[in-house]
């Protein structure tokens, strides 16, 4: 007890001049209610605005969470995953799967809303966190206060959206290696894959699953087999459109249910069912799935916000995006 102690009393200190001394127009931390006096309304235009359109389309609050992730695992939360290509630079939007996101017509509507009152004022980064955020609140989910102060970025490259986010054949080592490279641990790792708990999936990104897992025409043996047979009458060998609830008949209510189903080996990713192969995540989904744990909605809440801090840039770095989806 008495060497960490000590070591830190000396540690501290050097950091913290090291910190200034490079870093200081940039150290700053995200803070709750950042806007405040310089744009009062900011977060009640924010969720205004978000509301008109989840209460038209429901199946869009999902899409916005997603939305954030993508965001924060590509070279942090900077507002990158909004950006169009253009002639000369291949953009994460079009990664090659282009994460089939949705929702890019909300960020626009809640910018030009905010551009209005508080010109050249609030990221776009902001925004996304913040509609991440109210989308969840609005379907019923949780509500957390989102720290604020984010700026954009000007770099988005397709490249790094494919290196980045984990595919949904990843495995159990490659996700908590993926998480814990940006600096979210094994709990966050079985807390956000929640985040399924609402949404959609193309039959793409689980179809492998159904046919030909190994190449031998076999099927994924951690996948329940009465669960493959209802998904193959969804979803064909080659079925580039169709849909599939990832939670189904919950996908639209923010519930602890997604555990439920992976515990039943009825996750539809393999990155679903592998959260079974590690002993914490392993916990994390029997407990929940048998209401003894702790309280997913508060977890959740602390996970976003850890996530919602991923390689954020502050102070006088990125720049505030006049138009989400070009760089100044
Ligand atoms: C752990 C690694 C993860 C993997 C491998 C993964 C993979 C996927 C895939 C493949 C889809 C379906 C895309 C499609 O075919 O349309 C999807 C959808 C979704 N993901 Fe994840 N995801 C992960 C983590 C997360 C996290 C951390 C969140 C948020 C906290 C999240 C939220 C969602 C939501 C809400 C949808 C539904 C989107 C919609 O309805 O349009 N995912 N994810
Ligand atoms: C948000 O909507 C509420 C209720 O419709 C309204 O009272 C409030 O003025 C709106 N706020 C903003 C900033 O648009
Ligand atoms: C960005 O791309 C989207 C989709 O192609 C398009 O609708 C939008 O107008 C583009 N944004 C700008 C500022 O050109
Ligand atoms: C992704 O690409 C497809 C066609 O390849 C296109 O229809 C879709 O609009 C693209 N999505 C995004 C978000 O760019
Ligand atoms: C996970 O996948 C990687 C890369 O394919 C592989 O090297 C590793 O052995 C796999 N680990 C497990 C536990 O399946
Ligand atoms: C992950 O971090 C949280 C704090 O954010 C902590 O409560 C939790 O115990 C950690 N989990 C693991 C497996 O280290
Ligand atoms: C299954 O995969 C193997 C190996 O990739 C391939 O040779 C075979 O044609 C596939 N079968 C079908 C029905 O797609
Ligand atoms: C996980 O739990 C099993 C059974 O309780 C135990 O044998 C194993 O050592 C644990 N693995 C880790 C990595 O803690
Ligand atoms: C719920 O899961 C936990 C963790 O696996 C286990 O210890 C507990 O006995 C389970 N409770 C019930 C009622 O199944």
Not at 77 to 103: F, H, Y
Not at 298 to 324: H, P, Q
Request: with cysteine; glycine share 6%.
């Amino acid at each position: 007890m008495m060497l960490p102690k000590l070591l830190s009393v000396f540690f501290l200190p050097l950091v913290c001049v090291h910190f200034l001394v490079l870093d200081g127009t940039n150290a700053q931390a995200l803070q709750v209610g950042f806007y405040k006096s310089k744009c009062p309304s900011f977060e009640a235009i924010v969720r205004n605005t978000t509301a008109s359109f989840i209460s038209r389309a429901p199946s869009l609050a999902p899409a916005l969470l997603r939305m954030h992730f993508h965001d924060c695992f590509v070279r942090g939360c900077d507002g990158s995953v909004l950006i169009n290509t253009t002639s000369s630079n291949q953009a994460e939007k079009d990664a090659i799967p282009n994460q089939t996101l949705r929702g890019f017509h909300v960020i626009d509507a809640v910018k030009s809303a905010v551009e209005k009152q508080c010109p050249d004022l609030v990221s776009c980064a902001d925004i996304v966190a913040l509609v991440a955020r109210d989308a969840v609140t609005l379907i019923n989910g949780p509500s957390w206060s989102v720290p604020l102060g984010r700026r954009d970025g000007r770099v988005s490259r397709s490249s790094e959206a494919l290196a980045n986010l984990p595919p949904p054949f990843a495995n159990i080592t490659q996700l908590k290696a993926s998480f814990r490279s940006k600096g979210l641990n094994d709990t966050d790792l079985a807390v956000l894959s929640g985040g399924h708990t609402i949404g959609i999936s193309h039959c793409a990104s689980f179809s492998n699953r159904l046919y030909n897992f190994t190449g031998r025409g076999d099927t994924d043996p951690s996948l329940d087999p009465n669960y493959i047979v209802q998904l193959k009458r969804k979803c064909s060998p080659t079925d580039a459109t169709s849909i599939v609830e990832m939670d189904p008949g919950s996908a639209k209510i923010f519930d602890t249910s997604y555990y439920t189903i992976v515990k039943k080996r009825r996750g539809l990713f393999e990155a679903d069912a592998a959260l079974l192969n590690d002993n914490v995540t392993s916990a994390y989904v029997q407990q929940q799935a048998n209401s003894s744990g702790t309280n997913f909605f508060n977890d959740f809440a602390v996970s976003m916000v850890k996530m919602g801090n991923i390689g954020v840039l502050t102070g006088n770095r990125g720049e505030i995006r006049k138009i989400c989806s070009v760089i100044n």
